[in-house]
């Protein structure tokens, strides 16, 4: 199964609006991504936050991770309609071998 | 353009014929997975290596399904006497992963299989 599972599954906003999605996860972990993908293309990395971190930027992302809830977030600011896609949050975790397992995303539309 | 490439990007089969997927990586990545994803759903791991090595193969994943990597280049992925429910899209990533890291991955754009 599946380790991180996205909430929520779609979300649809006004451009200019802040879009926020969690990811929660089951066991501890050595990492957290967050990857986006656009229709019918293959996924692109956005952000990884390590274990022993709980907050990272980059740009207009916000990513925070709580370990002890076994959460992250992913805060977009002032979206844009280019920000229309899926967002899905991915954990290595050392149980499995670091390999990164997905969530089943978010799936954001973003209104002009 | 030196991204991971896939080939074919798209493939209709009749029910019980065999297909092959060829992945390209980036070139001095030494991780290389399988992904397949169908609509709406996310990503779910088929399998992954380290250099040539075969690290492990998703349990969901039956004998139909095999994956080489020769000489740690390029990957090729077989689905044998496909079915229906194989129709998905079939993502390969790499990676430059150092002992127990696991840093980002760079995905291709996907090869999509039709069965019939």
């Known amino acids: 199964s599946q380790q991180g599972e996205e909430d929520p599954q779609a979300l649809s906003i006004q451009e200019g609006e802040n879009a926020t999605m969690n990811c929660s996860y089951k066991?501890?972990?050595?990492?957290l991504q967050w990857y986006r993908q656009n229709s019918g293309r293959g996924l692109v990395h956005l952000i990884l936050?390590?274990?022993?971190?709980r907050e990272k930027h980059s740009g207009r992302l916000r990513v925070t991770l709580d370990t002890s809830k076994k959460s992250s977030s992913l805060l977009i600011t002032a979206s844009r309609a280019a920000d229309t896609a899926s967002y899905f949050c991915?954990?290595?975790?050392?149980?499995?071998?670091?390999?990164?397992?997905f969530g089943g995303g978010t799936r954001v539309l973003v209104k002009p | 353009d030196t991204g991971v490439s896939q080939d074919p990007r798209h493939k209709i089969t009749k029910r019980g014929q065999n297909v092959t997927f060829r992945c390209d990586p980036i070139?001095?990545?030494?991780?290389l997975y399988w992904y397949r994803q169908t609509l709406g759903q996310g990503p779910e791991f088929l399998t992954y290596?380290?250099?040539?090595?075969?690290?492990?193969k998703s349990r969901l994943l039956s004998d139909r399904f095999s994956a080489e990597r020769p000489k740690g280049s390029f990957s090729t992925l077989e689905i044998q006497r496909t079915e229906q429910g194989d129709s998905a899209m079939y993502l390969c990533?790499?990676?430059?992963?150092?002992?127990?890291?696991?840093?980002?991955?760079?995905f291709g754009e996907g090869s999509r299989l039709t069965v019939l």
């Open positions: 936050i390590r274990s022993n971190e």
């Open positions: 991915a954990t290595a975790f050392k149980a499995a071998g670091n390999k990164l397992t």
């Open positions: 290596f380290q250099n040539e090595a075969q690290l492990e």
């Open positions: 990533a790499s990676s430059l992963t150092s002992g127990s890291y696991t840093g980002e991955l760079f």
């Open positions: 066991t501890s972990i050595n990492n």
């Open positions: 070139s001095e990545h030494n991780r």
